[in-house]
């Protein structure tokens, strides 16, 4: 199993600003995925962060939005920006696990909830 | 269409009852259905997963799943107040690339 940290676990924040949210693994790993997880919808798939690339984003999700970082194999940021109330979300951080499972078992950091007034 | 339906009403039921959810998809292309159970304030765990038509049993847990039907149910025996919880449906295609349903939000009652 992988543990996930995500900073920060909760925020209020101004409408038009920008908020960077960290997630730290306990382990190397290729591949980490952001989701947001909005209030009765789906947890939605933002993008994915490869180490040394670029990052790939879903339908929908575009870099400007969302810009991510991943400057090594256990750590990303997904940057919110020029927030709107829409934006109100949980963002969570996640990775592949590696027990012989194949896809699908994803591990999950506990979430960063942002409220956007 | 969503590619995962999950009726997210919420669903109470007294201590030792069955707790029956369920899903349907539209892509046939899905290879792999998993359960996940998610805490209040906690991020999903991974709780069942299987990649075949039929029935799969872990303790008070039973995953099943209908390819022909497009259809996936996760069943809880003897449910526990610490079962109590948000159940999401996922399912993927083999690029860790995963589609979730809206979920469950059990509370089973002492």
């Known amino acids: 199993s992988a543990v996930i940290s995500q900073k920060p676990s909760r925020d209020i924040c101004q409408r038009g600003t920008s908020l960077t949210i960290q997630c730290q693994v306990d382990?190397?790993?290729?591949?980490m995925f952001w989701y947001r997880q909005q209030p009765g919808q789906s947890l939605t798939l933002i993008a994915t962060?490869?180490?040394?690339?670029?990052?790939?984003?879903e339908s929908g999700f575009v870099i400007d939005k969302f810009p991510i970082s991943r400057p090594n194999l256990t750590f990303s940021t997904l940057t919110v920006s020029n927030m709107s109330p829409e934006d109100s979300s949980i963002y969570l951080c996640?990775?592949?696990?590696?027990?012989?499972?194949?896809?699908?078992?994803?591990?999950f950091g506990e979430g960063s909830r942002l409220t956007v007034l | 269409q969503k590619e995962v339906e999950q009726d997210p009403g919420p669903l109470s039921v007294p201590e030792g009852a069955i707790v029956s959810l369920n899903c349907t998809y539209s892509?046939?292309?899905?290879?792999?259905f998993m359960w996940y159970r998610q805490y209040s304030r906690k991020g999903p765990e991974l709780l069942m997963y299987?990649?075949?038509?039929g029935n799969k049993e872990d303790g008070r847990f039973t995953a099943q799943v209908d390819k022909s039907s497009k259809y996936i149910s996760l069943f809880i025996r003897d449910s526990q107040p610490s079962d109590s919880a948000t159940y999401l449906c996922?399912?993927?295609?083999?690029?860790?690339?995963?589609?979730f349903g809206k979920g469950n939000q059990v509370v089973v009652i002492p």
């Open positions: 996640s990775v592949a696990g590696t027990s012989g499972l194949g896809t699908g078992e994803l591990f």
């Open positions: 382990s190397q790993v290729t591949m």
């Open positions: 962060a490869n180490q040394g690339s670029e990052a790939t984003y």
């Open positions: 892509n046939s292309a899905f290879q792999y």
């Open positions: 299987t990649y075949s038509s």
């Open positions: 996922a399912m993927g295609r083999g690029n860790n690339r995963l589609a």
